[in-house]
């Protein structure tokens, strides 16, 4: 049974930073590409983040400089360092792991970015 879990989330104020985990079970996790996705009420799921099994990374123009993507391959899971958090950050964050046609998603952690 493949698992995605996320843990990381909370309120924070503007400016403020949050570090989201995504831990996996039931796969080889090495060998995915696994990234980050959010969604915000009314809106559309948008890619954030994404890195792949040789550790190439690529972030949405509006995190840039601000998010990091990273992996523990030996711990399973995936990271996202969220710095100078804005109020449009807020949404659900989700995490996905794919390889070949094998695609998995995570439920999601709430941030929510509040002054």
């Known amino acids: 049974q493949v698992q995605l879990v996320e843990s990381g989330g909370g309120v924070v104020q503007p400016g403020g930073s949050l570090r989201l985990s995504c831990t996996a079970s039931g796969i080889r996790f090495s060998i995915y590409t696994m990234a980050w996705y959010r969604q915000a009420p009314g809106n559309q799921r948008e890619l954030v983040a994404r890195?792949?099994?040789?550790?190439?990374?690529n972030l949405v123009d509006s995190a840039k400089g601000r998010f990091t993507v990273s992996r523990d391959n030996a711990e399973a899971t995936v990271y996202l360092q969220m710095n100078n958090l804005k109020s449009e950050d807020t949404a659900v964050y989700l995490c996905?792991?794919?390889?070949?046609?094998?695609?998995?998603w995570g439920q999601g952690t709430q941030v929510t970015v509040s002054s």
């Open positions: 890195i792949t099994n040789s550790g190439y990374t």
């Open positions: 996905n792991a794919v390889w070949l046609n094998e695609d998995y």
